[in-house]
């Protein structure tokens, strides 16, 4: 079964320092991965995703994951923090090939103090 | 760019009543969802819809549960005598085709039961 494990529930970091979500994977096949982000009072917007091309995966406001099969593990940096980013973080993997149905990670809240 | 529209963003009711839940997928989006968010837990998938029939759910959707797409453009969620565990933020999703396709989420509503 898939299934994916956050490592941390809280992070804080100060601003201008760099960011580090760990997310570890758990699938029977190649999966495709997701960042989704939650700021408060918003939905889930999508960071970035994996679908078994580059392992190096950019996504917007400067984040990126990297797909490290030999350690199943898919985790979010950014090498400068910004206030802006101050959000819930989801790791996320979707059960089949197709998009059909994500498994949610527990989320990891990121705190960047000024 | 095209968003997801969930209305309304927080509805309260009380246990036994029926609620629905209303949501305007992207226009030419063909496969919806929702998912549900209880406070302090992971996002956890409810239902997933394509071709006017629900292709897969779980088991957390039971009998109370149900969804309609009654017109081209709407996709709801009715519950039909709510309790207090399922005060909630659900949240619906869409996608245009499976792949690779990441999902679209609305902002999500926030259901309190009491």
């Known amino acids: 079964a898939q299934s994916v494990t956050q490592l941390d529930s809280h992070v804080s970091v100060s601003e201008g320092t760099p960011v580090l979500l760990r997310c570890n994977y758990s699938?029977?096949?190649?999966?495709?991965l997701f960042w989704y982000v939650q700021h408060p009072n918003k939905g889930l917007q999508l960071l970035l995703k994996?679908?078994?091309?580059?392992?190096l995966v950019k996504g917007i406001n400067g984040f990126e994951a990297e797909f490290k099969k030999s350690e199943t593990s898919f985790h979010l940096t950014k090498p400068s923090a910004h206030m802006s980013d101050a959000a819930e973080y989801f790791c996320v993997v979707s059960v089949t090939y197709n998009t059909d149905k994500l498994i949610f990670g527990t989320g990891t809240r990121l705190q960047v103090f000024p | 760019e095209p968003e997801v529209t969930q209305t309304p963003s927080h509805q309260v009711t009380q246990m036994g009543q029926e609620v629905i839940l209303h949501c305007v997928p992207i226009?030419?989006?063909?496969?919806f969802y929702w998912y549900r968010q209880i406070l302090g837990q992971k996002v956890e998938f409810l239902v997933s819809?394509?071709?006017?029939?629900?292709?897969?759910k779980s088991e957390i959707f039971d009998d109370q549960f149900s969804v309609e797409r009654p017109d081209g453009s709407n996709f709801t969620l009715k519950i039909r005598s709510t309790k207090l565990e399922d005060s909630a933020m659900y949240f619906c999703?869409?996608?245009?085709?499976?792949?690779?396709?990441?999902?679209?989420f609305g902002n999500g509503t926030r259901l309190t039961v009491t």
């Open positions: 999703a869409s996608v245009g085709q499976l792949g690779n396709s990441p999902l679209h």
């Open positions: 819809f394509y071709n006017n029939e629900i292709s897969e």
């Open positions: 994996y679908t078994s091309a580059a392992t």
């Open positions: 699938s029977s096949y190649s999966p495709s």
């Open positions: 226009s030419n989006h063909l496969y």
